[in-house]
């Protein structure tokens, strides 16, 4: 069974960093469309941070240059890197993925999600 499971989610004070991990596991074939998105309580579920066509990416405009996506093909893992949080960080991150399961057909996936809050 295919799944992604979200790790590294926490308190953190303003201005400090976590680094969030995604594992997709299971019988998978081909992985497309990864990445990560949050959702703060009273609103919608926004997109974050993902990469486009090949390694391209792009951004919120409320992290750009603060957060980085980055992946690990080997490991089927993609990563979330939080610098400088603020406050309005404060969310359940998910991230997401188009898979291929071997001998199936493109999914959408949803990982748990994770929970990060930035408080003093």
């Known amino acids: 069974q295919v799944q992604l499971v979200e790790s590294g989610g926490g308190l953190v004070q303003p201005g400090g960093s976590l680094r969030l991990s995604c594992a997709a596991s299971?019988?998978?074939?081909?992985?497309?469309?990864v990445g990560w998105y949050r959702q703060a309580p009273g609103k919608q579920r926004e997109s974050v941070a993902r990469f486009t066509s090949g390694d391209s990416t792009t951004y919120a405009d409320s992290v750009k240059g603060r957060f980085t996506i980055s992946r690990d093909n080997t490991k089927n893992t993609v990563y979330l890197q939080m610098n400088s949080l603020k406050p309005e960080d404060t969310a359940v991150y998910y991230c997401?993925?188009?898979?291929?399961?071997?001998?199936?057909?493109?999914?959408?996936?949803w990982g748990q999600g994770t929970q990060v809050t930035v408080s003093s």
């Open positions: 299971g019988s998978i074939f081909s992985i497309r469309g």
């Open positions: 997401n993925a188009q898979i291929l399961p071997s001998g199936s057909l493109w999914r959408n996936y």
